[in-house]
């Protein structure tokens, strides 16, 4: 017969093996850490809805994520803009000075509309959210070099040179990352997995000739930028390609990267204008695919434990964003 003592201590042995498991879960909850900022978005009186990006992209999948439950404190880490001697690793000083002046930035985010941006509200309206979102995936690398996998809701704004911005991109915030994390001790060697549809022809020259990096895009041939850089591994896409053929070349060339490469890291240039209906591409995937794209990248990281990085790059369709969250939240319940 079970004693009043020995129900008690059951009871109390019990509610301590639910709180241990509780505490686990909230732990596991931490491991997929997910960095935004409201102040990512440019603003620009309303003419950024002149250009064909979507400004509220990175809003959309954040608010999406919250209202699925995918976010709490212990998620969400809200970054930094880099500072002038972060920048300047990769940036030239002239290039830097450039980005004050309207009419330069106009040219290089292709958005003539921006040329009439005051330049008083030209820093705060326009470049800082792209400083303070590249400063987001640093924090992304230096969370992933703890928990494996993290994600920052913008960036990866591959079309960025030392000397130049051009495609919508003005800061060139992976090579800004992987220079900056050199420089602390933290990482040797990166790979970048460049699946935008356009080539990262600007990661290429910011890393030109680099042997602690290796630069490897699956771009559609034909379309910008022309002519493309040589990086790394180039593998041009045709027109139109779909999910299955996509996934296929994708996977054929994987494991071989990470172990040829030997990264301490990876960062993913995500990218969704391969989708098809996108306007500055002809690709034909569906969202399932980008998704499976994704998820098969963050495998392989896990598979041969080298720390992942997604930042999102392109993609211009009505259901980028809706592809990009749905990729997101997979990789977050995958590894909750």
């Known amino acids: 017969m079970i004693t009043i003592r020995v129900l008690v201590a059951t009871i109390i042995l019990t509610l301590s ?8 879960q909230q732990s596991e909850v931490a491991k997929v850490p997910v960095v935004y900022s409201p102040d990512y978005k440019l603003s620009l009186f309303g003419l950024e809805k002149l ?3 979507d400004i509220g992209k990175y809003d959309k999948i ?32 002239a290039y830097l000075d450039s980005l004050r002046d309207p009419r330069m930035v106009a040219r290089y985010m292709e958005a003539p509309a921006i040329k009439m941006v005051p330049r008083m509200l030209l820093e705060s309206k326009v470049v800082d959210p792209f ?24 960036g990866g704004y591959h079309h960025a040179k030392p000397n130049s911005g051009e495609g919508f991109c003005i800061i060139a915030d992976v090579p800004i990352a992987i220079r900056q994390l050199q420089l602390e001790g933290k990482i040797k060697k990166a790979l970048i997995i460049d699946t935008d549809i356009h080539q990262g022809n600007g990661t290429i020259r910011c890393l030109w000739q680099d042997e602690s990096t290796f630069c490897f895009s699956m771009h559609e041939a034909g379309i910008y930028p022309l002519p493309k850089e040589k990086g790394d ?11 299955q053929e996509y996934l296929e070349i994708l996977q054929s060339h994987l494991a071989k990267l990470i172990q040829s490469s030997k990264p301490d890291i990876v960062f993913h240039v995500a990218g ?10 002809n690709g034909a995937m569906s969202v399932k695919g980008v998704r499976s794209r994704d998820q098969m990248i963050v495998e ?3 598979k041969h434990q080298v720390p992942y990085v997604m930042t999102l790059s392109g993609g211009y369709s009505k259901d980028a964003w809706r592809a990009q969250y749905l990729s997101v939240k997979a990789i977050m319940q995958k590894w909750m």
Request: aromatic share 2%.
């Open 17 to 24: 093996m639910c709180s241990h498991q509780v505490e686990s």
């Open 51 to 53: 250009h064909p990006f």
């Open 62 to 93: 954040y608010e999406a994520l919250e209202n699925d439950g995918m976010l709490d404190a212990k998620r969400i880490h809200k970054p930094e803009k880099l500072d002038g001697a972060q920048l300047g690793l990769v940036h030239t000083e």
């Open 131 to 154: 400083i303070l979102c590249s400063g987001g995936t640093l924090l992304a690398a230096r969370l992933a070099l703890k928990e494996g996998v993290a994600v920052n809701l913008g």
């Open 233 to 243: 591994l180039d593998v041009e896409l045709r027109a139109g390609i779909k999910d």
């Open 272 to 281: 969704c204008d391969a989708l098809l209906g996108d306007p500055l591409a």
């Open 300 to 302: 392989a990281c896990r």
